[in-house]
């Protein structure tokens, strides 16, 4: 959106674009500065019901624990028209957690002492700092963002994206990125990638790159991704969506393939105890339906490790790849074999509140033992207005070995500018 009154944080955005391009005046600038972003509260409470420490099937060491925590997160970005072709961005991030009833863990501060979340280094920092260049179809960008991939939700590095879209529905792009942020959604972020503590290297300590073709034509869509992460892995995906509207129901048909190969067979966790490393591969298929207030899908995902060693299919996050519920899958880090069905159904009320519940079912092969899973999910979303939306749910997580059944509630409410 445009604004003709900024604050006093976008009139200084504003400044420092133009200074460092001096292709247009600071009034000038400030017309055509558009801000995008959201502020965020959340509340989350976290319970464990085991009653005792051990490793779980699904590759976790765990401990039983209830943890309350407030977040409080907004990242506003300023883009600024610098002439007809360059742009630049500048994106501020607040980002700060108390844990509930501790005193002592109050974070919604920014000073001394002060690391913020999600390792930008602070509570107040600047996230993200590029300049943009327009020509035709072609959009080329380059500095500190978004990485934008498939592979990614919403981290951050420094480097170049360019994308064109010359032929009609379809966009090609190209990636290049080093200084990945240590973002705690990435699984294998404590992987040690050589064999001694001194000048160690982690997963986030090697560059990104990545080409990609996305179209979209009449009922059809779809992506093809190929990313390197050096000397790690390879990754690759495909995903197609067809939809189609019968009378006043809306399908959809979502299918996608995806693999990785691992650049190496080692690495080594903390206290340097050495982990194989294995390719593995993703299959997954999710048909969904929309009519007369409510929807639904069911959906099914294949995992499958080529040995009894540590893979990934996404690199942060689950990425762009089908899933359900909210904790029990990680497409992130994995030494098991999995086959996982999903069902979710709701119902919408006047266009504004949505109920809804979602089914996750596993059953986990790993060194020749099976283990059962499911995770049941119970959702309420109200939507305010365009700008501000509310939304609470509550997930339960069984597991059979009894080492780890979770509980957790989370309330957000979210205004997007």
Do not use: C
């Not at 990680?330 to 709701?346: H, K, L, M, P, S």
Request: charged share 20%; glycine share 10%.
């Amino acid at each position: 959106m445009k604004l003709t009154k900024l604050s006093l944080a976008a009139i200084v955005a504003a400044g420092a674009l133009t200074s460092v391009a001096s292709a247009a005046s600071l009034e000038e600038a400030i017309k055509n500065v558009e801000v995008t972003g959201y502020a965020r509260y959340r509340y989350d409470s976290k319970s464990n019901t085991a009653g005792r420490t051990g490793t779980t099937g699904f590759g976790e060491v765990v401990e039983a624990n209830t943890v309350g925590s407030h977040r409080f997160t907004s990242d506003i970005d300023f883009k600024a028209a610098l002439d007809d072709r360059f742009f630049g961005v500048v994106g501020f991030r607040y980002d700060s957690l108390d844990y509930s009833g501790e005193r002592s863990g109050a974070q919604t501060r920014v000073g001394v002492d002060d690391g913020g979340e999600d390792k930008f280094g602070q509570t107040f920092n600047v996230r993200q700092f590029y300049l943009g260049y327009t020509a035709g179809n072609t959009t080329i960008t380059a500095g500190r963002q978004v990485l934008g991939t498939f592979f990614t939700d919403d981290m951050v590095g420094t480097g170049i994206k360019l994308l064109n879209s010359d032929i009609s529905g379809l966009t090609l792009a190209a990636i290049a990125f080093d200084n990945l942020q240590d973002d705690g959604d990435i699984g294998t972020h404590s992987l040690i990638l050589n064999s001694s503590y001194i000048d160690s290297e982690f997963v986030y300590d090697r560059n990104l790159y990545g080409v990609a073709a996305i179209g979209s034509y009449d009922s059809v869509s779809f992506q093809l991704w190929y990313s390197a992460l050096d000397s790690v892995a390879q990754l690759y995906a495909a995903d197609v969506t067809v939809g189609a509207n019968l009378g006043d129901v809306d399908l959809s048909l979502q299918a996608q393939a995806a693999g990785s190969s691992m650049l190496d067979n080692n690495a080594a966790t903390g206290g340097l105890k050495p982990v194989a490393l294995d390719d593995a591969t993703f299959l997954a298929v999710e048909l969904g339906a929309k009519a007369f207030g409510f929807d639904g899908s069911v959906g099914y995902v294949n995992l499958n490790t080529q040995g009894d060693g540590i893979s990934l299919i996404s690199f942060e996050d689950q990425g762009g790849f089908i899933t359900a519920g909210e904790d029990l899958l990680d497409y992130t880090i994995f030494n098991y074999d999995a086959n996982i069905y999903f069902v979710t159904a709701g119902y919408t009320f006047a266009d504004k509140v949505r109920v809804g519940a979602d089914y996750v079912g596993a059953r986990v092969e790993q060194m020749g033992n099976y283990a059962d899973a499911y995770e049941a999910v119970a959702r309420v979303d109200y939507k305010y207005s365009k700008k501000l939306n509310f939304k609470a749910w509550y997930s339960y997580i069984d597991r059979d070995n009894t080492l780890k059944d979770d509980k957790h509630l989370r309330f957000e409410a979210r205004y997007n500018f």
